[in-house]
């Protein structure tokens, strides 16, 4: 008899008749409840992409080095990274996913509230799964891989840097490797640049050691290339290396115009900048709107969701929001801890936000 993955229904699924009355609005469905970039992808990243189109040979699944040196000069750059050793992935959800399996990890801790890749990543190596936001609740056990994730999908929350730097500490003394998720690193809405969020591979996060450190980042948020597949690694050169070996063998290689268009976005800082003032200015009048509207805003200092609430079940939430013709993802999808939230994205173009806006004004 064929063995089966047990792996859990597509969250997404479950929306199908909210969706349904969100469209029915005469003015037509705002879906705010994925994080798919909806913005033009910057003219010279399609220009790369159309260049390089021609090449008919088989790209380096680790990457040209070219794109190496374009990862490692912009982690650094934009975020004060010691990012010597990268790999580009086929996307940043492929890699989570396969992650534990390419390590060989039998036991896996995920936040308490997680983006739902972690849990799936675990259950396809067959690995044990521990929620926990903090190392108490992880105890004497000794996992092979923690995952953390700041800015956090879906709450928006920041991890500061005692918390990073006792999480380094903790991991490198015990032989635990720590997978942290940044694909959200340089949407940070604190004013202050000390509020801003922190990489794990910062030297004043892990004092220049990345034993056990690896750092997981994409274009598909900060330069709307989630179509293009384009996200990279970044940390420990022998887990980098082992990563490299065994991608190699299953053919997990970033195609090679995708690869060229990645350089010419990584190069470019001038795009990221322009599409995180159009999140800015999205998130102020979302936000507004919301807390005029009855709902509370937990954590969400960074990324692209607000983290609402009105303490009820979000399933309530959720179909309060379709009546009025928007789609949000329910907090359960994240964990038992969003029971009682909502995440509202930040993706959708202005003139849908300001539908939203407009919506949400009307219940005042």
């Not at 479950?14 to 969100?22: D, G, I, Q, R, V």
């Amino acid at each position: 008899m064929m063995r089966t993955l047990s792996l859990p229904d597509f969250p997404w699924d479950s929306l199908a008749e909210a969706k349904k009355t969100a469209e029915s609005h005469a003015d037509g469905i705002v879906n705010l409840s994925v994080g798919t970039p909806v913005d033009p992808v910057a003219p010279g990243i399609q220009l790369a992409l159309a260049e390089s189109g021609a090449a008919p040979g088989y790209p380096q699944t680790a990457g040209t080095e070219k794109l190496r040196a374009s990862i490692s000069a912009a982690l650094q750059r934009r975020y004060n990274m010691q990012a010597e050793s990268v790999l580009p992935v086929v996307g940043t959800k492929e890699a989570i996913a396969w992650l534990p399996t390419l390590l060989g990890a039998k036991s896996v801790v995920i936040p308490e509230l997680a983006y739902p890749t972690y849990e799936v990543s675990a259950r396809l190596a067959g690995a044990n799964v521990l929620r926990a936001d903090s190392l108490t609740q992880v105890g004497p056990a000794k996992p092979d891989l923690l995952y953390i994730n700041s800015p956090s999908n879906p709450t928006g929350k920041v991890l500061g840097i005692e918390h990073l730097r006792k999480v380094v500490g903790w991991a490198q003394s015990r032989g635990v490797i720590v997978a942290s998720d940044e694909c959200y690193l340089g949407l940070g809405w604190q004013g202050e640049d000390e509020d801003q969020p922190l990489s794990i591979l910062d030297p004043r996060v892990c004092d220049g050691d990345t034993t056990n450190l690896l750092a997981i980042h994409s274009l598909s948020k900060t330069s709307n290339l989630a179509s293009y597949r384009a996200g990279y690694l970044a940390g420990d050169p022998e887990i980098i290396s082992a990563l490299l070996q065994a991608r190699k063998h299953a053919g997990l290689i970033v195609p090679g115009p995708i690869q060229e268009a990645m350089v010419a976005a990584l190069d470019n800082d001038a795009h990221e900048l322009e599409q995180k003032q159009r999140y800015a200015r999205r998130r102020a009048q979302l936000l507004g709107a919301l807390l005029d509207a009855g709902f509370r805003i937990d954590n969400s200092e960074a990324g692209l969701y607000l983290w609402a609430t009105r303490d009820e079940p979000c399933r309530d939430t959720v179909d309060w929001f379709a009546r009025r013709g928007i789609l949000v993802a329910p907090g359960e999808f994240y964990g038992p801890k969003g029971k009682n939230h909502v995440r509202v994205s930040l993706t959708e173009t202005d003139e849908r936000i300001d539908a939203a806006v407009a919506r949400l004004r009307a219940e005042q």
